[in-house]
């Protein structure tokens, strides 16, 4: 009644009066003080000072999830009008936030004996016995996002003071990376009206895979008769405006078309329209430059990697044997527009045809350089300020894939393949937070 006459006649209580009504935090909120005044006069470090601070949060915290979920469920439960034939019961509910495991004693009911059981305050909170908080889930899952799964339980110990179980760290990461998966995470579009030039680079990576069958009687006592251990490519598609350093990305694990429509789609991200450009870049993979035409048209002209041109060129060392400057000379060659220059000089030093592929390395080079006829435009690229290499991609292959999914002994199955790859590629173009706001929403 008191306090119902101060609320009506809008008088706050005090910090300290609200304190007696919950004991446990009052007692929680002194420790705290006691380490701002140094009441013990142990604390002489800053470390340690930080050391006490964290820990009292920490138990501050799980005490106030603790207050708060018992009495939320207490107030569901009164709200909750019990009729005829309803039956009551009381129930523990556990789960684990980031300060820790809460447990609340949850008035629950059921319409009449035997029936559907109503959990007012479960419902009401959106959590599940046993289950994560959405915040712990997300700490979790960008741990796993970069880490081996047996190691996020070691992190999440180290700096949440929390055991999750074993095998949490996989459930839940990859299920988040499944709805990823489920939901559109391409960039935001950027629409505009400019003649953009966009910069747009694919290139594969081999992903460890392990398919797994159905054991027959003979096998079931060794599951490796049932596994199948092979290598898939991850189509690693990259695009950015040419007036900008950051890139978006998309990967698949799918063929050539799939790579083609991210490529497409990340263009149309990035403002991709009829008066665009796009300078195109791979290492000479046909598949490549066949997706750049298909998706783009005439908008795009497509480079062979300059640097892959150059092994080539180094392969065939035969030439540049009484020429120490030869090299060079070939690279300024295919800078300033001189490929014939490039090819005359490399044409009387060209294997027999009878001399196998493996041992022709100037025969490889000349055919490499004559079938792919205005792929090495390098010197009006020079000119305009854009690349003549895909390091671009190649470099992001390291950090968007192989960090996490080439992990020494690690090996996919292709649904869980692509999932986390769709996770990397999400933190990577900044959807990290969209993602998870759109959870909390």
């Given at each position: 009644?008191?306090?119902?006459?101060?609320?009506?006649?809008?008088?706050?209580?005090?910090?300290?009066?609200?304190?007696?009504?919950?004991?446990?935090?009052?007692?929680?909120?002194?420790?705290?003080?006691?380490?701002?005044?140094?009441?013990?006069?142990?604390?002489?470090?800053?470390?340690?000072?930080?050391?006490?601070?964290?820990?009292?949060?920490?138990?501050?915290?799980?005490?106030?999830?603790?207050?708060?979920?018992?009495?939320?469920?207490?107030?569901?439960?009164?709200?909750?009008?019990?009729?005829?034939?309803?039956?009551?019961?009381?129930?523990?509910?556990?789960?684990?936030?980031?300060?820790?495991?809460?447990?609340?004693?949850?008035?629950?009911?059921?319409?009449?004996?035997?029936?559907?059981?109503?959990?007012?305050?479960?419902?009401?909170?959106?959590?599940?016995?046993?289950?994560?908080?959405?915040?712990?889930?997300?700490?979790?899952?960008?741990?796993?996002?970069?880490?081996?799964?047996?190691?996020?339980?070691?992190?999440?110990?180290?700096?949440?003071?929390?055991?999750?179980?074993?095998?949490?760290?996989?459930?839940?990461?990859?299920?988040?990376?499944?709805?990823?998966?489920?939901?559109?995470?391409?960039?935001?579009?950027?629409?505009?009206?400019?003649?953009?030039?966009?910069?747009?680079?694919?290139?594969?990576?081999?992903?460890?895979?392990?398919?797994?069958?159905?054991?027959?009687?003979?096998?079931?006592?060794?599951?490796?008769?049932?596994?199948?251990?092979?290598?898939?490519?991850?189509?690693?598609?990259?695009?950015?405006?040419?007036?900008?350093?950051?890139?978006?990305?998309?990967?698949?694990?799918?063929?050539?078309?799939?790579?083609?429509a991210d490529l497409l789609r990340l263009a149309r991200a990035a403002g991709f329209n009829k008066y665009s450009y796009v300078h195109g870049l791979?290492?000479?993979?046909?598949?490549?430059?066949?997706?750049?035409?298909?998706?783009?048209?005439?908008?795009?002209?497509?480079?062979?990697?300059?640097?892959?041109?150059?092994?080539?060129?180094?392969?065939?060392?035969?030439?540049?044997?009484?020429?120490?400057?030869?090299?060079?000379?070939?690279?300024?060659?295919?800078?300033?527009?001189?490929?014939?220059?490039?090819?005359?000089?490399?044409?009387?030093?060209?294997?027999?045809?009878?001399?196998?592929?493996?041992?022709?390395?100037?025969?490889?080079?000349?055919?490499?350089?004559?079938?792919?006829?205005?792929?090495?435009?390098?010197?009006?690229?020079?000119?305009?300020?854009?690349?003549?290499?895909?390091?671009?991609?190649?470099?992001?292959?390291?950090?968007?894939?192989?960090?996490?999914?080439?992990?020494?002994?690690?090996?996919?199955?292709?649904?869980?393949?692509?999932?986390?790859?769709?996770?990397?590629?999400?933190?990577?173009?900044?959807?990290?937070?969209?993602?998870?706001?759109?959870?909390?929403?």
């Amino acid at each position: 009644m008191d306090m119902e006459m101060k609320i009506s006649s809008g008088k706050r209580e005090s910090v300290a009066d609200r304190l007696e009504r919950h004991p446990t935090l009052k007692a929680r909120m002194e420790r705290m003080l006691d380490v701002v005044e140094n009441a013990s006069g142990d604390v002489r470090r800053a470390d340690e000072a930080e050391r006490r601070a964290i820990e009292e949060l920490r138990q501050m915290g799980l005490e106030v999830m603790q207050s708060w979920g018992q009495k939320t469920a207490n107030e569901a439960a009164r709200d909750l009008e019990v009729q005829g034939g309803v039956v009551r019961e009381v129930k523990k509910l556990h789960w684990i936030c980031t300060f820790g495991e809460v447990t609340v004693e949850e008035q629950t009911y059921r319409t009449n004996e035997g029936g559907k059981l109503c959990r007012p305050f479960q419902s009401q909170a959106e959590v599940f016995c046993r289950g994560y908080s959405t915040l712990l889930q997300r700490a979790i899952t960008d741990f796993g996002a970069d880490v081996p799964f047996a190691e996020v339980r070691d992190k999440i110990r180290e700096h949440y003071g929390i055991h999750i179980a074993n095998g949490a760290a996989a459930t839940i990461t990859e299920g988040h990376a499944r709805k990823m998966t489920d939901t559109d995470m391409t960039p935001e579009v950027r629409p505009t009206k400019d003649a953009l030039t966009l910069i747009a680079q694919i290139d594969g990576s081999m992903i460890p895979m392990v398919q797994t069958g159905k054991s027959d009687d003979s096998a079931a006592q060794d599951r490796r008769k049932t596994r199948k251990l092979f290598w898939k490519e991850g189509k690693l598609s990259m695009i950015r405006r040419a007036d900008e350093v950051t890139p978006i990305f998309a990967v698949t694990l799918g063929d050539a078309a799939a790579a083609g429509a991210d490529l497409l789609r990340l263009a149309r991200a990035a403002g991709f329209n009829k008066y665009s450009y796009v300078h195109g870049l791979g290492d000479g993979a046909t598949w490549i430059e066949d997706q750049m035409e298909r998706q783009f048209g005439s908008q795009c002209k497509y480079h062979v990697d300059f640097f892959h041109v150059c092994d080539y060129l180094a392969a065939a060392k035969i030439c540049a044997a009484n020429d120490p400057g030869w090299m060079e000379r070939q690279k300024d060659g295919l800078k300033t527009d001189r490929l014939p220059e490039v090819l005359a000089a490399l044409a009387p030093f060209q294997e027999a045809d009878a001399v196998p592929s493996e041992e022709a390395p100037v025969r490889g080079c000349y055919r490499y350089l004559t079938n792919r006829p205005g792929q090495f435009d390098y010197h009006a690229a020079i000119q305009a300020g854009l690349p003549i290499g895909s390091g671009e991609v190649e470099s992001a292959h390291r950090y968007v894939i192989q960090k996490r999914l080439k992990l020494s002994g690690a090996w996919w199955k292709p649904e869980n393949a692509q999932a986390m790859l769709n996770l990397r590629v999400t933190r990577a173009n900044g959807g990290w937070n969209r993602y998870w706001d759109a959870l909390a929403a």
